[in-house]
């Protein structure tokens, strides 16, 4: 039990898959909120049911296991023959499961922005896009944040699905591992570590953050 | 660019396969949630417990469960237990790992409830006589499952959603492994999954429907 043929090299290979994970998190979190946030400024600024195919259609990705998503996105890229690699696909699958919960945050951020706030702020001669970026975006961005982080964890823990596209991220390389020293209990324990220790402190900042702004409020 | 001829029909054909695969997805989902549900009002009273004794323990199984993916518990539970001399079948190991992580999430629901309900409610309780089980089990416990009802059953549709990581470790029974199957053995792989991400949709739609009728219903004063 306390004796292990698990090696630095091995090590390195966990760090590396762990590297593919931070990597494809980065990308689909950086690609989703941008889409989030233009979504949320159309849903929070078009009246409900105009805003109604947007709506399904961001809903879709939240109510159909992540799991599945990939498969029919890699299933369709290769039958539509547009040929990019499986990273490349999970990226964007990731991005759009990612903008779906986003706009969500951020429309309910711009509409906890109270109305008469953003009225004073146009009867002063602001403009919509002035108004939009120094009076709603400071202040929708206190109560986004928290729940922002929130998501971005869950990213990274879901971009373990990827693993079934054949990436070798950080879980898919413990399993490698696994195959290959036969000692499933202590490689898992390191790869837990690692997500632990990935996501729990930043975990604790978003904590933080939201118990201090709330104080203010 | 596009010459694939979409083969509906294979796909419809083996709805009724699927059907009973979505039983058991639906079977797993509401076990891991009565077991989960349990589990978390253990926790939630722990972590609100003085004692660190009770409070450490339930503390990090919180922490574990948010910040480690639900893939990676289900793989601790079905290979990692392995070295132990401990070998759970797909099911359990499924079941196992999904209802550890809802534990930890509905823990923080219920901890939140928990903050709404005024202290001194219990302590009427206390001097009207009530043990302090009882007084938490007639006086808190109502209150807290009607405040955290809509987040359970937010959580809920979670679990239906987890129960197709079955597949990773062999799973051949529910929703996604019953899709899996036909798909190697046909490779019509976009079109069952597509019909297995049409029930999904349905079923999660049915259950938050269902969980609003009820909270319309229950909750009204």
Redesign the interface.
């Given at each position: 039990m306390f004796e292990t043929d698990l090696s630095l090299n091995d090590l390195m290979f966990l760090a590396k898959g762990a590297g593919v994970t931070l990597a494809i998190t980065f990308l689909a979190v950086t690609g989703g909120t941008l889409m989030g946030l233009l979504f949320g400024v159309i849903r929070a600024q078009i009246k409900p049911w105009m805003a109604l195919p947007l709506t399904f259609v961001l809903d879709i990705f939240r109510s159909v296991p992540l799991l599945i998503q990939l498969i029919l996105a890699n299933a369709f890229q290769a039958i539509a023959g547009f040929g990019i690699s499986p990273f490349v696909t999970s990226c964007i699958v990731l991005a759009l499961y990612t903008s779906a919960y986003c706009t969500e945050i951020v429309r309910g951020a711009i509409e906890a922005v109270p109305m008469v706030t953003r009225r004073a702020a146009r009867s002063l001669g602001l403009t919509w896009g002035q108004d939009m970026t120094q009076i709603v975006f400071p202040m929708a961005l206190r109560v986004a944040l928290p729940s922002w982080i929130g998501l971005t964890l869950g990213v990274m823990k879901d971009s373990a699905l990827v693993l079934w596209l054949g990436i070798f991220e950080l879980l898919k390389s413990s399993q490698v591992l696994i195959t290959r020293l036969q000692e499933p209990m202590f490689i898992l324990l390191i790869t837990g570590a690692i997500y632990f220790m990935l996501s729990f402190p930043i975990a604790r900042l978003g904590g933080r953050l939201e118990r201090k702004w709330k104080e203010n409020d | 660019?596009?010459d694939?001829t979409f083969q509906w029909r294979q796909a419809i054909r083996a709805l009724p396969q699927m059907l009973d695969g979505a039983l058991v997805t639906m079977q797993i989902a509401v076990l891991s949630m009565a077991i989960g549900v349990t589990i978390a009002v253990f926790l939630a009273v722990a972590r609100n417990s003085s004692s660190r004794w009770l409070r450490a323990p339930a503390t990090a199984w919180v922490?574990?469960a948010?910040?480690?993916?639900?893939?990676?518990q289900i793989?601790?539970a079905h290979?990692?237990?392995?070295?132990?001399g401990i070998y759970l079948s797909p099911y359990i190991a499924l079941l196992a790992g999904i209802a550890f992580n809802n534990a930890g999430y509905l823990c923080e629901t219920f901890r939140g409830a928990l903050r709404a309900i005024p202290a001194t409610q219990i302590r009427a309780g206390r001097s009207l006589g009530m043990g302090p089980a009882k007084a938490f089990r007639l006086i808190v416990m109502p209150q807290m499952f009607r405040i955290s009802f809509l987040p359970t059953m937010n959580q809920a549709?979670w679990a239906i959603?987890?129960t197709?990581?079955g597949?990773?470790v062999g799973m051949n029974s529910d929703l996604?492994g019953v899709t899996q199957d036909l798909n190697a053995r046909t490779f019509r792989?976009?079109e069952f999954?597509?019909m297995?991400?049409v029930i999904?949709?349905l079923i999660?739609?049915a259950v938050m429907l269902g969980a609003r009728l009820i909270a319309w219903r229950m909750f009204r004063y």
């Open positions: - | 660019m596009f694939y922490e574990v948010r910040n480690t993916p639900a893939l990676f793989y601790m290979f990692g237990l392995g070295s132990f549709v959603l987890m197709s990581l597949v990773t996604t792989t976009f999954f597509a297995a991400a999904y949709y999660a739609k």
